[in-house]
């Protein structure tokens, strides 16, 4: 069965530290990828997107992720974070030809100021 | 506010009792998702619509679920006889089209008592 998985659960870090959030997903097919985030009482919000081209997409607020096809891999980067990226952050795979997403189970982001 | 949006926002019912949910999408969006989101978890997928058809249903979705969408437009989504289990945040979204990503309201939080 497919699935996504995001090995960090929870991540501190102090402002200003740079960051990398991993997703990994099982399909062998055609994928478009995506990184949403939850803020604090708020609904899930696309930060960037990948359907094809650049495996490197660049989001909103600085967030960037790099598509790796020979390793499965979507990792959510960011050079150095802010108070106010304190949120949950979820990877999600869209498989080609079908309308649903598979989520991974999150990685709470808790910045430090 | 032009995104989706879902009523109630929160709802706490005794089990056995039968609940409702609304969501209304963007407008032009013919696409319509329900995902259910429970604590530690990322959303899983339960039930999609192109228009007012309803063309998947997971296998999360009981006998006691069920979905509409009557004139492609908002959608409806029903639990009968609540169980505690049943305790979930559901999540509506809505796409143009597969080749766009989804947007997410804000959710339900479904507390059964």
């Known amino acids: 069965a497919q699935s996504v998985s995001q090995h960090n659960h929870h991540v501190i870090l102090s402002e200003a530290a740079s960051l990398e959030l991993g997703c990994n997903y099982s399909?062998?097919?055609?994928?478009?990828l995506f990184w949403y985030v939850q803020y604090p009482g708020q609904h899930l919000q696309l930060l960037l997107k990948y359907f094809s081209g650049d495996p490197l997409v660049k989001g909103i607020k600085g967030f960037e992720a790099e598509f790796i096809k020979s390793k499965f891999s979507f990792n959510l980067r960011k050079p150095s974070v802010q108070w106010s990226d304190t949120a949950e952050y979820f990877c999600?795979?869209?498989?080609?030809?079908?309308?649903?997403?598979?989520f991974g189970t999150g990685t709470r982001l808790k910045v430090l100021a | 506010d032009t995104g989706v949006s879902q009523n109630p926002r929160h709802k706490i019912t005794k089990r056995g009792q039968n609940v409702t949910f609304r969501c209304d999408p963007i407008s032009e969006h013919n696409r319509l998702y329900w995902y259910r989101q429970t604590l530690g978890q990322g959303p899983e997928f339960l039930t999609y619509?192109?228009?007012?058809?309803?063309?998947?249903k997971s296998r999360l979705l009981s006998d006691r679920f069920s979905a509409e969408r009557p004139k492609g437009s908002f959608s409806t989504l029903e639990i009968q006889r609540t169980e505690q289990g049943d305790s979930a945040m559901y999540l509506c979204?809505?796409?143009?089209?597969?080749?766009?990503?989804?947007?997410f309201g804000q959710g339900t939080r479904l507390t059964v008592v």
């Open positions: 399909y062998g097919g055609t994928v478009n």
């Open positions: 999600a795979v869209g498989l080609s030809g079908t309308y649903k997403y598979i």
């Open positions: 619509f192109q228009n007012e058809a309803q063309l998947e």
């Open positions: 979204a809505s796409s143009l089209d597969t080749a766009t990503e989804a947007f």
